[in-house]
């Protein structure tokens, strides 16, 4: 079944099936300039202040770019982007917003390890006052061995592949699920252990317990490994430098949290900071577009041994 097949079976109305076909085709236009092997840092950073490498630019350009010519895209944030873009030709309830990271983790580009593209799309124009419960659809795509990209749209989650032979997506896996435990862990942001005894005991119990150190440095394969190996723990938590954690709540945290819990997973933050009581992610309003959280994602009960062991 194409991706197209797929829509019209959903019952995806024109507007919204046309912004989820354009995304794609963004998914395909990005895995083509990362095979021509553009690298190397631009001149700027990004309104974080991290180093932006070359292709975050141009993978921003080009989904930006398409979004500006759909007509039913409203708003367009992005982690690339100081200032978002906003379609005046679409009424302040109509349409959709479109935030992304355009390139999850592209400072693995060189060394030549999957990265990704994370979007959240919610009705209407803008985002603030909204939470990741408003996300009318989630997307995560993967640039590895094979392109793949994972979709809710708030009924479960699917995937997709790229099939070069039809030039096309068609569906891979369907109702993707994770179970309640699992011995896999990926623990980003180790340097917390420093200032979170609790983050260093949970890293402690994963090695004295079995689980299996499968950490890339990319959330998207990361999280994407999670839900294909049926489960599994990610923690990227605050510390006493960033105590209100360092990912983006609306283009990576709340995103990733809807297609977790799609799964049968949960996502909490909870930290130091504003975060100090655990929060289910999709419940965290959006208060600024440069939002950040710590996160921490996977099946259920090694999300709640967590927080227990915070507490």
């Not at 379609?87 to 990265?115: M, R, Y």
């Not at 699992?182 to 004295?208: R, T």
């Not at 099946?299 to 041994?305: A, D, L, M």
Request: one cysteine or more; aromatic letters at 10%; proline letters at 3%.
């Amino acid at each position: 079944m194409t991706f197209s097949e797929y829509l019209e079976k959903k019952g995806i109305g024109d507007q919204f099936s046309v912004v989820l076909k354009d995304l794609s085709v963004c998914f395909k236009e990005i895995a083509d300039v990362l095979r021509k092997g553009n690298e190397g840092y631009s001149d700027g950073e990004n309104v974080y202040g991290d180093k932006q490498v070359k292709l975050d630019v141009i993978s921003n350009d080009l989904l930006l770019s398409r979004m500006k010519a759909n007509g039913n895209v409203g708003f367009v944030g992005s982690e690339e982007m100081e200032v978002p873009f906003v379609n005046e030709e679409v009424g302040e309830n109509e349409g959709f917003s479109v935030v992304s990271d355009p390139l999850d983790g592209s400072s693995l580009v060189n060394t030549n390890l999957a990265v990704g593209t994370i979007v959240g799309i919610y009705e209407g124009k803008g985002v603030l006052g909204k939470t990741g419960r408003d996300q009318v659809a989630s997307m995560i795509s993967v640039y590895g061995p094979r392109l793949t990209f994972m979709i809710t749209l708030g009924e479960g989650v699917d995937e997709f592949i790229y099939d070069y032979d039809k030039s096309e997506f068609v569906l891979y896996h369907e109702n993707l699920k994770i179970k309640e435990e699992g011995k896999v862990f990926m623990p980003g942001g180790s340097v917390s252990a420093a200032s979170e005894k609790w983050y260093m005991d949970l890293v402690n119990f994963w090695f004295n317990n079995g689980y299996k150190l499968r950490y890339s440095g990319g959330m998207v394969p990361d999280i994407n490994q999670i839900i294909k190996k049926e489960g599994g723990i990610f923690a990227y938590p605050g510390s006493s430098e960033h105590p209100d954690g360092k990912l983006r709540l609306l283009y990576e945290s709340a995103p990733m949290g809807m297609i977790i819990e799609q799964a049968g997973g949960e996502a909490f933050v909870f930290a130091q900071g504003r975060y100090a009581e655990a929060v289910n992610v999709l419940d965290v309003k959006v208060e600024s577009l440069e939002q950040q959280t710590p996160l921490v994602i996977g099946s259920k009960k090694e999300v709640e041994r967590a927080i227990s062991m915070h507490k």
